[in-house]
């Protein structure tokens, strides 16, 4: 990479990270691209230079995050199905992030459709792996023979209110990590 290569991967990777704080402080609708470049100290040109809108610096963000989870519950699934395990390190990396993905949860069905059906499919890959590791389940008579998609609606479902709601859950701290053993709990009962 030449010097203005590296410049430019630099300048993307301080838009990510600025933009990524300013939509866990204001949320996604209110923060503008205005206010990002300003944080970042760079020209509102030079945003638009890295991303098309603000809408594509979005779904970048987030593709990095479920990126880091697809990847993260691939490689246990691949030494395994153990469904226990997948939603305890699901919840886990869910609360590394948690500022953002409660501002996704709350705004989620306020962005316009083409963003949200970005978003949902993004989030379908990860829920494929809940999906298989459910049938998996259901095939070795491990799990009871139960409609797997409700099963999946619920569960995500549950996590989706818990996150939206996180403010009337919890004044201080995470609200993943003070339902999770309920959440695994409620939902092994479930299938089992």
């Given at each position: 990479m030449n010097k203005r290569q590296i410049q430019k991967k630099k300048t993307r990777e301080l838009i990510l990270q600025v933009a990524k704080k300013?939509?866990?402080?204001?949320?996604?609708?209110?923060?503008?691209?205005?206010?990002?470049?300003?944080k970042a100290e760079i020209a509102h040109g030079t945003l638009f230079l890295h991303f098309k809108n603000k809408e594509t610096l979005i779904i970048e963000i987030l593709d990095k995050e479920l990126e880091s989870?697809?990847?993260?519950?691939?490689?246990?699934?691949?030494?395994?199905?153990n469904l226990e395990r997948l939603l305890s390190q699901y919840l886990n990396l869910l609360q590394k992030e948690e500022d953002l993905f409660v501002v996704l949860a709350r705004e989620l069905p306020f962005y316009s459709d083409k963003l949200r059906r970005k978003i949902l499919f993004r989030?379908?890959?990860?829920?494929?792996?809940?999906?298989?590791?459910?049938?998996?389940?259901i095939k070795e008579k491990r799990y009871r023979d139960i409609d797997v998609?409700?099963?999946?609606?619920?569960?995500?479902?549950?996590i989706n209110y818990y996150l939206s709601l996180k403010p009337i859950f919890v004044k201080e701290g995470s609200v993943?990590?003070?339902?999770?053993?309920?959440?695994?709990?409620?939902?092994?009962k479930l299938i089992l």
């Open positions: 300013e939509f866990i402080k204001k949320g996604f609708l209110d923060t503008t691209t205005s206010e990002i470049s300003k989870i697809n990847t993260n519950i691939f490689k246990l699934i691949s030494k395994d199905y989030d379908s890959i990860i829920r494929n792996h809940f999906h298989k590791a459910i049938e998996s389940g998609t409700s099963a999946i609606i619920f569960l995500f479902g549950t993943i990590k003070k339902f999770k053993s309920s959440i695994i709990k409620t939902f092994k």
